[in-house]
């Protein structure tokens, strides 16, 4: 079990990652922790999340009142507490702003296509939430409906959500959102997609539990009964599915919004 410093310490660390990795800018982002079942360790407000000290970190109980710290506490702590409320086996929280991500959430288009494996195992789907008033209830109306059966969400015209057991989980979910969207982003330019489909999702899904580091509590959703509308609902072979499907018909297909 790390201790409140070792947890500070992963904090600055990931916080100068994202940033690094141009996944936020400015003051942009924020992390937390749950230290125990009353206490949230998390970052503060209007400070560059690439240049924190331990000593910037605030702690919040449940009702995002400060317990400690010097700094006022991130503007976004609602929808962590949120998270940490509906999802009890969340350990840790990263909210971020990266580049291809946040254009697939600002062009309304959820990333839900089966493209790659690895992927779907990790995550299952990364589905869209409606835009919500960041720091507002809104914001946390919109995610409340995904936060049970989703560790990444993204957030329309805002940017990334994702949480898992610890610090290192919930920030490699933010690097493998980000990766994936730029896998997407190459499939719409090259002007075709092949999704995996339904044979091949189900010997995934059943192989899943196998695979070490995945610790998602996510279901993998497989039919696009849900209003995702993702394609692994086509079960031809891939040899007889349409190729070059135009890039608008996926967007029709995808977004959640309004669903
Ligand atoms: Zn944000």
């Known amino acids: ?6 947890l500070r310490r992963e904090i600055v660390r990931l916080g100068k990652m994202l940033h690094e990795r141009g996944f936020i800018a400015a003051c942009d982002g924020n992390l937390s922790v ?13 400070m560059s999340k690439g ?11 449940m009702d995002a009142r400060k317990r400690k710290g010097r700094r006022a506490v991130t503007s976004e702590i609602g929808m962590h507490l949120l998270i940490y409320n509906m999802r009890p086996d969340v350990g840790a929280i990263v909210h971020a702003h990266p580049t291809t991500a946040t254009g697939f959430a600002a062009a309304g288009i959820a990333l839900n296509q089966p493209l790659v494996c690895e992927v779907v195992i990790g995550l299952g789907q990364i589905p869209l939430a409606p835009y919500g008033t960041p ?9 409340a409906g995904l936060v049970p059966q ?11 959500v994702t949480y ?3 610090l290192q ?13 730029r896998i997407t982003l190459t499939t719409h330019l090259l002007g075709q997609q092949q999704p995996l489909d339904c044979r091949e999702l189900e010997k995934l899904v059943a192989t899943r539990s196998t ?8 279901p993998m959703p497989v039919d696009s009964s849900n209003g995702n509308g993702a394609s692994s609902t086509d079960s031809r072979p891939s040899s007889t599915r349409p190729t070059g499907r135009p890039i608008l018909r996926q967007r029709e297909n995808a977004p959640l919004r309004g669903s």
């Open 211 to 218: 695979y070490s580091g995945v610790n998602s509590a996510a």
């Open 135 to 143: 720091g507002t209830r809104e914001l946390g109306g919109a995610l």
């Open 169 to 181: 989980s919930a920030y490699m979910k933010m690097e493998t959102v980000e990766h994936f969207a």
């Open 34 to 46: 749950r230290l125990d079942e009353n206490r949230i360790l998390a970052t503060p407000t209007a």
């Open 51 to 61: 240049a924190m000290r331990t000593s910037d970190l605030v702690i919040v109980d």
């Open 164 to 166: 898992g057991v610890d």
């Open 150 to 160: 989703y560790d990444a969400i993204l957030m329309a015209n805002h940017g990334v």
């Open 1 to 6: 079990m790390a201790t409140e410093h070792q």
